[in-house]
């Protein structure tokens, strides 16, 4: 494994995954979590992740496909912030 924090193929929660989570996201979310906190998300993440497969969030339209991948490679390779 790899300790170089900028190396291409390990996403950053700041840059690569919370910009993901729109105003309304984060806004309409915060009774249950906080979408734009690394840590909540981090403690949330499988439930956040069957939502985005299954479609049900958000709540307006599903995302697509390479969002959603984009979200299981930052889960799977242990990203820090
Ligand atoms: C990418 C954006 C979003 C994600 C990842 C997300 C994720 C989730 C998750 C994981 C739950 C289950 C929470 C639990 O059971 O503790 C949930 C519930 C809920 N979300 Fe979201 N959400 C998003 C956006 C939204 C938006 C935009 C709305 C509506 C404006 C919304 C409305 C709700 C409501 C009403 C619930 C409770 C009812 C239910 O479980 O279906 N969410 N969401």
């Not at 900028?6 to 309304?24: G, H, I, T």
């Amino acid at each position: 494994m790899t300790s170089q924090p900028d190396s291409p193929q390990r996403l950053s929660f700041e840059r690569d995954v919370r910009p993901m989570f729109r105003e309304k996201d984060h806004d309409s979310m915060l009774k249950a979590f906080d979408l734009w906190s690394y840590s909540d998300v981090r403690a949330h993440q499988d439930a956040i992740l069957a939502r985005l497969r299954n479609g049900t969030m958000p709540c307006d339209g599903a995302w697509p496909p390479e969002h959603v991948a984009v979200f299981e490679h930052w889960m799977a390779d242990g990203s820090a912030p």
